[in-house]
């Protein structure tokens, strides 16, 4: 009989020593999962936080790129504005200028300077596909040194005076 | 698990500068018309003008500026774009530019390596 209970208590013991080392591998291994788990939560927070800095990167150059798109557009219009005053100049006098009337009076020259001119748009053209700016052009300061048609594009350093 | 490749880059130069042809204006009034064509006869070119006013002549050159100033707009975004998504730095980096040096690029007998 007390051989009996001796065997049940150890049985017991046995037992239970078998559950707690069942418990505790599943412990670790439960340990191990979140453990895991961590590092790829830490890996896709990192991600993320890379994502972002990109996306700042790219909204910090796409404003960029936009003001500069809006300054050289801006300088576009100058020189259409330098188009339209060449026709409508008004003199000190009050006088509108009047190409045609120039023209009927001095046609020689008035073909002269188309000549000149005709040669300064075709180069406006150039400049306008990519064309490099001469040493020249880049120099240009004084209104007899520019590209008369467009300075705006053709001579970066001339200041209208 | 999916991968993400990278498209090739398209990597398009602009074309080259177009240089315009040189055009010669010629003014005619009423008073220089007779001298305006006797010098085309005498220079054996046929004795007609395609001619405008002087308005019309005002809207061509304005229209000129307009398509000038788009051909520089545009130009403008197509290198915004290529500047945007084919940065220059990423473009040379997955290039094949390594150079050898002569003892890399020496040559191999693969018949004396046979067995």
């Known amino acids: ?161 | 698990m999916t991968t993400e490749i990278e498209r090739v880059k398209l990597d398009l130069e602009l074309p080259p500068v177009v240089v315009l042809e040189q055009i010669n204006w010629k003014i005619i009034t009423e008073g220089n018309q007779e001298e305006v064509f006797a010098e085309l006869k005498k220079a054996n070119i046929d004795p007609v003008l395609f001619s405008l006013t002087d308005e019309d002549y005002e809207l061509l050159q304005r229209n000129n500026v307009q398509l000038r100033n788009q051909i520089v707009r545009l130009v403008a975004q197509l290198k915004a774009y290529k500047e945007y998504y084919e940065p220059k730095s990423q473009a040379k980096a997955g290039d094949d530019s390594k150079t050898f040096t002569d003892t890399e690029f020496k040559p191999v007998d693969f018949n004396s390596t046979k067995d």
């Open chain 1, 1 to 161: 009989m007390f051989s009996q209970l001796k065997l049940i208590i150890m049985g017991i013991a046995v037992l239970g020593a078998m559950g707690g080392l069942m418990y505790v591998q599943h412990l670790k291994s439960e340990n191990e999962i979140l453990t895991l788990n961590n590092q790829k939560l830490e890996g896709a927070v990192a991600q993320q936080q890379a994502v972002i800095e990109q996306q700042l990167k790219d909204i910090a150059q796409i404003r960029d790129i936009n003001k500069e798109l809006l300054a050289k557009n801006e300088k576009l219009v100058g020189d259409l504005n330098v188009a339209n005053e060449k026709f409508n100049k008004v003199n000190a006098s009050g006088e509108r200028r009047d190409i045609g009337n120039l023209a009927v009076n001095k046609p020689k020259s008035i073909q002269i300077i188309e000549g000149r001119r005709e040669k300064q748009r075709a180069r406006c053209f150039e400049i306008a596909q990519g064309s490099p700016l001469t040493e020249e052009e880049l120099n240009a300061t004084k209104k007899s040194q520019i590209n008369a048609e467009c300075p705006n594009i053709a001579n970066p350093n001339y200041v209208p005076y």
